[in-house]
């Protein structure tokens, strides 16, 4: 190592020195108009997303809705089934099978409604 000389010592780099004003408008006005934007894009993002997630519930409120009318429209046709009985013994079979089927029919709509509210409820909760 060699010994340190004075007059390098003596000499520091010369840095360019900017007035106040000019070092805030040219490096901290940029940063601080950069945040400003920032901040109004995530607030924005933040509104929408409470749309959307409010979006999805409307839709899963309609849809329970939907299913409810459903099953007090099925109770009540049974409820009209038992107190209107056909006369005739084969008459009366008939009719059940048909009924039957129709039941089955609807409990097969109102199961298909509920997969789908539950595969919508899935994919807004992995959202």
């Known amino acids: 190592m060699r010994p ?4 390098e010592l003596a000499e520091p780099e010369e840095v360019e020195v900017l007035e106040p004003e000019e070092d805030f408008e040219q490096f901290l006005l940029p940063v601080i108009n950069e945040m400003r934007e920032d901040i109004a894009s995530l607030t924005r993002e933040h509104g929408r997303a409470y749309l959307r997630n409010r979006s ?10 939907q299913i409810k009318t459903q099953v007090e ?5 049974a409820l009209n089934h038992l107190q209107n009985p056909g ?4 008459g ?3 009719k059940r099978c048909e009924k039957a089927e129709e ?3 609807e409990i097969a709509k109102m199961a298909e409604m509920l ?3 539950v595969r ?3 994919k807004s909760e992995s959202s």
Do not use: C, G, T
């Not at 340190?4 to 007059?7: A, K, M, Q, T």
């Not at 429209?73 to 046709?77: L, Q």
């Not at 006369?87 to 084969?90: I, P």
């Open 4 to 7: 340190l000389d004075i007059v």
């Open 56 to 65: 999805k519930l409307w839709e899963m409120d309609n849809m329970l809705i």
């Open 73 to 77: 429209a099925s109770e009540e046709s």
């Open 87 to 90: 006369d005739a013994a084969e």
């Open 92 to 94: 009366r079979a008939a």
């Open 103 to 105: 039941k089955a029919k």
């Open 115 to 117: 997969v789908e509210l």
């Open 120 to 122: 919508r409820i899935e």
